[in-house]
């Protein structure tokens, strides 16, 4: 990875409110879905109402977010890894450090490690105690990392793997202001690779980097990034693909405004997968932009049209805050949120370790 080089300029918030606001305002989305990550639309309108969940507030209990975020944060730091490396003047394989920083994730998970792996040298974020809990991983994460083996877009450790683990930790790949975008698609595609071999999580991966990059360093728009997103998927070959058709339909159906849960799930499917989540998490944005009358206000109808579905919860609502954060900054963060989510603190130092190391804070 090149070392930090001048930035570009950026008009609206700053960078280091785009890159908090992002990597805070997924983990809060996650935090969101992931309190009702185990129930259908129906079952979370019987617990909540008609109207579904409306407010972190209502959740009870401790506030936790999922594997999302914990692999977003491993994410960056393996990014901050690579690049310091860099910095230094000494070349560093990034797509290594990535698997060597999933491998320590690996390893807070209480799940064995093969002998012949390497063994990653630990790093400060490996010793944070809310990064040591099992909070539904996508299963191809843990069997891929598993074998011990890094899988390549070539060499796929699990060619079926097509699920949303790979899509929801590839926002910080978007963050980095002096790569360019193809440079982005190429690395998000690889790191995706390493424990997801369908071409479809690939592909949602890769595109939603393409997506956070064109708003945190190009400052576009919302409609603008995600169009740009979309023909950046249909270059990839992929024009007919579910990737396509199903970015088609977010930003078709995101222009209409909000759905019911029903008729959403016929016309965009049920986020299971990683299209599904990707997908999901746009529309959510796409949907509620005309009727907001905030950043905050948009951040809020925005997870609740992300999580109130029979899809993946916590990665709809993860993806829907990455992309809101990305655009609008920390301005969009419900304070009262914040103050109820888990170790913000932690999630703050890794964004400002990314900021230090490409030489963007303020």
């Known amino acids: 990875m090149e070392s930090a080089a ?33 129930d259908d639309g129906d079952a979370i309108r019987a617990r909540f109402g008609s109207a579904g969940l409306l407010d972190l507030s209502q959740s009870q209990g401790p506030q936790h977010f999922s594997a999302c975020t914990q692999l977003t944060l491993y994410t960056v730091d393996a990014l901050v890894e690579a690049l310091e490396w860099a910095n230094d003047g000494v070349a560093a394989d990034e797509r290594a450090c990535l698997w060597l920083a999933y491998l320590r994730w690996l390893a807070t998970q209480q799940q064995p490690v093969p002998a012949h792996a390497p063994v990653p040298a630990p790093r400060r974020i490996d010793g944070q105690d809310v990064l ?60 995706a690779a390493l424990t997801h071999g369908h071409p479809a999580a690939q592909q949602s991966a ?9 708003l945190a360093i190009e400052a576009k728009g919302l409609r603008e990034a995600a169009e740009s997103a979309r023909l950046r998927a249909g ?58 009358t905030s950043a905050v206000d948009h951040f809020l109808r925005a997870m609740r049209v992300a999580v109130n579905q029979d899809g993946d919860s916590s990665s709809a609502g993860s993806i829907a805050g990455n ?29 400002q370790s990314l900021l230090r190391v490409t030489g963007s804070t303020n």
């Open 6 to 38: 001048a930035l570009p300029a950026i008009t609206g918030p700053g960078l280091d409110s785009r890159v908090h606001g992002c990597l805070m305002g997924g983990a809060l989305g996650d935090t969101f879905g992931y309190s009702v990550q185990n």
């Open 132 to 191: 040591h809990h099992r909070r539904h991983p996508d299963p191809a994460c843990l069997s891929s990392l598993s074998t011990g083996e890094m899988g390549t877009v070539a060499r796929p450790v699990d060619p079926a793997a097509d699920g949303s683990g790979a899509v929801v930790r590839s926002a910080p790949f978007g963050l980095i202001p002096h790569i360019d975008a193809e440079a982005i698609h190429r690395l998000s595609t690889d790191a």
């Open 206 to 214: 890769a595109v939603f980097s393409w997506l956070i990059h064109e």
């Open 235 to 292: 270059a990839a070959g992929a024009a007919e693909s579910a990737l396509t058709r199903g970015l088609d339909a977010a930003i078709e159906l995101g222009a209409a405004g909000p759905l019911d849960a029903g008729e959403l799930a016929v016309r965009l499917g049920s986020g299971q997968d990683a299209v599904g989540a990707l997908t999901a998490g746009l529309y959510a944005v796409l949907a509620t932009e005309a009727a907001s």
């Open 323 to 351: 992309i809101l954060g990305a655009f609008y900054g920390e301005d969009c963060l419900p304070q009262a949120w914040l103050a109820l989510s888990e170790t913000p603190g932690l999630i703050r130092t890794v964004a």
